[in-house]
């Protein structure tokens, strides 16, 4: 089974984040932040990865270190777990409905990051019962992923209304897409999807 581990510690934050590619979707995060609890447990089940986040970081501040360390580290992780990418699909992509919202994710686990984000929020904050939630931490998110992980990232909200269910979708198509991009081929299970010969 694919596994790694990461831990990750800054004078900002301080996180340990494990992951099993070949899981069943369960999980066990705590960020401290609720909002990107729920999407890192929405990550985990819709891609069939088991993933543990334990982080603890400035919050007294603000959302945005722990926000962006976070997708370090889990970028960290899932790149180190994939070690050489023998054998896995590589590209993938998903299309995800929300209600009112569409929302899709193509990406390439090439080791060469580059994010491409279009999505807008029609809010600067999402409220929750913890606090406020600024909307542009989301990119951050997705940038330190694609960086971390070394994946070819595009993120598009075809469109939507309601700021929960745009991200939400996001994640969910990441999930998915993840869950395609990392599947082994068994027509190609021994070698690395690359004519370079290396990922």
């Known amino acids: 089974m694919r596994k790694a581990s990461?831990?990750?510690t800054t004078k900002e934050t301080s996180i340990k984040v494990e992951i099993n590619i070949d899981g069943t979707g369960q999980?066990?995060?705590s960020t401290g932040i609720g909002f990107l609890d729920h999407m890192l447990e929405?990550?985990?089940k819709h891609s069939l990865m088991d993933i543990n986040i334990e982080a603890k970081g400035d919050l007294h501040i603000d959302y945005h270190h722990t926000t962006e360390d976070s997708g370090i580290a889990i970028g960290e992780c899932l790149k180190k777990a994939l070690d050489d990418k023998k054998g896995i699909v590589r590209y993938a992509n998903a299309y995800i409905?929300?209600?009112e919202t569409l929302s899709r994710v193509a990406l390439d686990l090439s080791n060469r990051p580059y994010l491409i984000w279009n999505v807008k929020f029609t809010i600067p904050k999402i409220t929750s019962?913890?606090?406020d939630f600024d909307t542009e931490l989301f990119k951050e998110w997705f940038q330190a992923f694609s960086q971390a992980s070394g994946t070819t990232l595009h993120v598009e909200n075809i469109y939507g209304e309601n700021n929960h269910h745009i991200i939400e979708s996001c994640y969910k198509a990441l999930a998915r897409?993840?869950?395609q991009?990392?599947?082994i081929?068994?027509?190609e299970a021994n070698n690395i999807p690359s004519t370079k010969g290396q990922l």
Do not use: C, F, K, T
Request: net charge neutral; charged share 25%; hydrophobic share 40%.
């Open 6 to 8: 990461v831990e990750r």
């Open 27 to 29: 999980s066990n995060i």
């Open 42 to 44: 929405q990550l985990s």
């Open 97 to 99: 409905p929300m209600d």
């Open 129 to 131: 019962a913890q606090g």
């Open 177 to 179: 897409s993840l869950r």
């Open 181 to 183: 991009a990392v599947a």
């Open 185 to 187: 081929d068994v027509r």
